[in-house]
């Protein structure tokens, strides 16, 4: 360590641990108030300073206690952030790793679906001291598109994060038929991991939008007389498994030719984790909560209050600093 860096850290521990303002720090280490600035910046750069924001409304307000109400949740967890686009993926994937590490416990079988929010709660997880976890894959992922669904890679980065053991389903969600799907799952290794997949008391999955621009709309699985009928009839999927508005199979025809965990057994779970927001999700999320096929909730607040029918006016508004904190501890995150 450099004397620089030793400067950053002094300055940095007197501008965010003790609340001093940069002038003070100045007066204190004997340089310029620009000098810290920069002194602050380089203990960030070097990694000295860790800023965790903590926001009281993601795990407690009247909007989370009126869904959780509504639908029966054990939990809801809403992020306050851009209603679209890669900040709410962001966010809901922080939430929905905070959730997940919370209900792990040593020795648990997970079921774990797969897409860009799934995908998100894998880049978001940390490495926990957790042993004998199991997670499976709850449908098949191969494409045969270059659209990846990130599966491997969400595989890989759940069980890095908990030290676990992973059991891969290396098969497409969609066969051309069913009868070759039946083939396939009749074989012992495949069989097994779809009894896995069942078994598994916990799961963590999204929910999908149908429209044109879905990932399951473009993996090369689904003809242009399929696509046409899920517009129809369709409102969303959950494990790739496309259903209507009363959270029952959209198209029995093309279930059959579905590879992976059921609505019936995925509803059957004692832990039913369910992350998804954004205007798409907003009716599939709906009847998914309706049906029950969730006990845990992570999204945002836009979504939830259109969810409630509520205005998204009406949502809980932000607290307002505690008294006597001022804009420069604000702008530091230490409320």
Request: proline share 5%; with cysteine.
């Amino acid at each position: 360590m450099n004397p620089r860096d030793e400067q950053a850290i002094d300055a940095a521990k007197l501008y965010y641990r003790d609340g001093l303002s940069q002038g003070e720090v100045a007066d204190r280490l004997g340089v310029s108030r620009p000098t810290v600035s920069k002194l602050v910046q380089h203990a960030k750069e070097r990694g000295f300073v860790a800023i965790e924001i903590r926001d009281p409304r993601e795990t407690g307000s009247a909007l989370a206690d009126r869904l959780a109400q509504r639908f029966d949740l054990a939990e809801v967890r809403l992020a306050h952030t851009a209603h679209t686009g890669a900040a709410l993926t962001r966010e809901l994937g922080r939430l929905g790793a905070e959730v997940l590490t919370e209900e792990i416990a040593d020795g648990d079988l997970v079921g774990v679906g797969w897409g860009e929010t799934m995908y998100a709660v894998a880049r978001a997880l940390t490495p926990q001291p957790r042993h004998g976890v199991e997670f499976v894959q709850l449908k098949g992922g191969l494409s045969l598109t270059p659209r990846s669904t990130n599966d491997v890679e969400t595989m890989t980065s759940f069980c890095r994060a908990f030290d676990a053991h992973p059991r891969m389903l290396p098969l497409p969600v969609i066969f051309d038929s069913a009868e070759v799907k039946r083939i396939v799952e009749g074989e012992r290794h495949i069989r097994h991991i779809l009894d896995l997949g069942r078994e598994a008391p916990t799961a963590i999955f999204t929910v999908g939008g149908i429209s044109p621009q879905a990932m399951l709309f473009n993996l090369g699985h689904l003809t242009d007389e399929e696509r046409d009928a899920l517009q129809v009839r369709a409102v969303g999927d959950m494990c790739s498994r496309f259903f209507d508005e009363n959270g029952d199979i959209a198209l029995p025809e093309l279930d059959e030719r579905t590879v992976g965990i059921s609505l019936a057994d995925l509803r059957a779970k004692p832990t039913r984790i369910l992350v998804a927001g954004g205007p798409s999700k907003i009716r599939p999320l709906e009847v998914a909560l309706a049906s029950g096929y969730a006990t845990h909730l992570v999204t945002d607040a836009g979504t939830a209050a259109r969810v409630l029918g509520e205005d998204v006016a009406d949502r809980d508004a932000s607290p307002d600093p505690p008294h006597g904190v001022d804009g420069d501890a604000a702008a530091r995150g230490d409320t």
